[in-house]
């Protein structure tokens, strides 16, 4: 089946994409998209939880469903820690470990020591890139890099101190300089992926008047990879 579906806030999606799936549309092309995002996630948490150390043996326990008992295993956690869930999570299927157990060890977001990031705050502003220009790119609120920067704060969460190192020489001249493309186009595949878009859909939410994204492979502009990325936080904090 082709065509556009439309949902109950008048957005279109194109059959076929997981997006039209779950704003409702039942067609054999849609299950399809959708069956296959099924499967890719679930084949991504198999990969994430391959690299997971369980923090010991499933936990045996009892779940009561309807006024009917039953055994089940529970999350042990995973890494260095008890499960998140406390009593642990109802593990399904042959899984050892939580799906937000395997996320927290996998994607780890501690504290790290500041100096490194301090370090790059001052070598971009001999630079002439300043900390509004630092804030904007990398999503970083100006208090805490001002913070970080006089040495008043002395760890940061790891996802900061990564946000503030995309931050490059690039930035200086945002009407004439350009910067990797590469990580704007993983979001955007991302999107495809995980959120069921079409580029022609990301096209047309960005406002571009083309249904296409009309972006290098190489190189871009600081100001469109700043849309892209607040575009894809926006789409994933919906998720």
Same mark, same amino acid.
Request: glycine share 10%; net charge positive; with cysteine.
């Given at each position: 089946?082709?065509?556009?579906?439309?949902?109950?806030?008048?957005?279109?999606?194109?059959?076929?994409?997981?997006?039209?799936?779950?704003?409702?549309?039942?067609?054999?092309?849609?299950?399809?998209?959708?069956?296959?995002?099924?499967?890719?996630?679930?084949?991504?948490?198999?990969?994430?939880?391959?690299?997971?150390?369980?923090?010991?043996?499933?936990?045996?326990?009892?779940?009561?469903?309807?006024?009917?008992?039953?055994?089940?295993?529970?999350?042990?956690?995973?890494?260095?820690?008890?499960?998140?869930?406390?009593?642990?999570?109802?593990?399904?299927?042959?899984?050892?470990?939580?799906?937000?157990?395997?996320? $927290?060890?996998?994607?780890?977001?501690?504290?790290?020591? !500041?100096? #490194?990031?301090?370090?790059?705050?001052? *070598? +971009?502003?001999? /630079?002439?890139?300043?900390?509004?220009?630092?804030?904007?790119?990398?999503?970083?609120?100006?208090?805490?890099?001002?913070?970080?920067?006089?040495?008043?704060?002395?760890?940061?969460?790891?996802?900061?101190?990564?946000?503030?190192?995309?931050?490059?020489?690039?930035?200086?001249?945002?009407?004439?300089?350009?910067?990797?493309?590469?990580?704007?186009?993983?979001?955007?595949?991302?999107?495809? $992926?995980?959120?069921?878009?079409?580029?022609?859909?990301? !096209?047309? #939410?960005?406002?571009?008047?083309?249904? *296409? +994204?009309?972006? /290098?492979?190489?190189?871009?502009?600081?100001?469109?990879?700043?849309?892209?990325?607040?575009?894809?936080?926006?789409?994933?904090?919906?998720?």
């Amino acid at each position: 089946m082709t065509g556009i579906a439309a949902d109950v806030r008048g957005r279109d999606f194109e059959h076929g994409t997981r997006a039209c799936y779950v704003k409702g549309c039942r067609c054999d092309d849609c299950k399809a998209s959708n069956l296959r995002y099924y499967h890719e996630r679930m084949q991504r948490r198999r990969e994430a939880e391959a690299k997971v150390a369980p923090f010991g043996q499933p936990i045996r326990g009892t779940l009561v469903r309807a006024g009917k008992v039953y055994q089940v295993l529970r999350c042990p956690g995973a890494g260095w820690t008890e499960c998140i869930v406390p009593g642990g999570a109802w593990l399904r299927g042959s899984h050892k470990v939580c799906k937000r157990c395997v996320e $927290r060890a996998t994607v780890w977001n501690g504290l790290v020591d !500041a100096s #490194r990031a301090r370090a790059h705050l001052r *070598a +971009l502003s001999r /630079r002439g890139i300043g900390r509004d220009t630092v804030a904007d790119i990398a999503g970083v609120a100006v208090s805490l890099i001002d913070l970080v920067r006089t040495g008043k704060q002395t760890q940061i969460r790891a996802s900061t101190e990564r946000a503030l190192f995309r931050v490059t020489a690039d930035a200086v001249n945002d009407g004439s300089v350009y910067v990797d493309a590469r990580p704007t186009w993983k979001l955007i595949g991302r999107l495809i $992926r995980e959120g069921g878009f079409t580029k022609a859909e990301i !096209a047309r #939410r960005l406002g571009y008047r083309a249904p *296409a +994204l009309q972006l /290098r492979k190489t190189k871009i502009k600081p100001a469109t990879a700043r849309r892209i990325r607040k575009f894809f936080d926006a789409m994933m904090a919906e998720a």
